[in-house]
């Protein structure tokens, strides 16, 4: 069955350093993939969205990379702040979300 | 200020009760989705429209039904509140000019069943 695939686990990094969270998708091809961003209790937020023609798109001190051959997707957050804390949720098209990877960044 | 609000943040309901979550958006949006959340489940998409009357079934449609009577509204209905039901549940709405638009959320329903 087609999938989209996070790393469950959540992802603690230091303030100041890069994160990157993954998102993989099998058994069908995304035209587009987005990132979404959800507090707890509360409803997810678009941040980005990345076309199958597109190698890499940037907003602020957000990056997301497609990569058709590896059937990836990287999100990158640049010098991250205890503000990022937060699930992102990677969603392809087909109507398919990922489970989302929570990231805790500590002082 | 863009919106979608459903109408309760909490619930609690009985089982076997006859539940309605309602949800609003006010962008004119033509395509509206109800999701669960569960952890280590994510989002699952219960039912879709892309129009008025129009529905479609997503992922777990069982136990739940919908309506959409007017374009700016969008009901889920539970037919007979199961304790399986216990769960946050997400509306959303977006645009279908172009692909890829952006979906806007909801801040989301915890229903709970007793």
């Known amino acids: 069955s087609q999938k989209i695939e996070q790393n469950s686990e959540a992802l603690n990094i230091q303030e100041g350093k890069t994160a990157t969270l993954t998102c993989n998708y099998t058994?069908?091809?995304?035209?587009?993939l987005q990132w979404y961003r959800q507090d707890p209790g509360r409803g997810p937020v678009f941040l980005l969205l990345i076309r199958e023609n597109e190698k890499e798109k940037r907003k602020e001190r957000l990056k997301v990379t497609f990569d058709t051959t590896l059937k990836q997707s990287l999100f990158h957050i640049t010098a991250s702040q205890p503000a990022d804390s937060a699930t992102y949720l990677c969603y392809g098209d087909k109507l398919i979300f990922g489970t989302g990877t929570r990231l805790q960044v500590f002082p | 200020d863009v919106k979608v609000t459903q109408s309760s943040r909490y619930l609690v309901k009985r089982t076997g009760e006859k539940v309605f979550l309602e949800c609003v958006q006010d962008m004119d949006h033509e395509n509206m989705f109800w999701y669960r959340q569960d952890p280590g489940l994510g989002l699952r998409l219960i039912y879709f429209s892309y129009d008025v009357k129009m529905k479609e079934k997503g992922d777990i449609p069982e136990g739940y039904s919908v309506s959409r009577e007017k374009k700016e509204r969008f009901s889920l209905i539970l037919e007979s509140a199961s304790t399986n039901q216990t769960s946050m549940y997400l509306c959303a709405s977006s645009s279908h000019r172009g692909t890829g638009t952006e979906a806007f959320f909801g801040q989301g329903t915890r229903l709970t069943v007793v």
């Open positions: 058994n069908y091809s995304p035209a587009y």
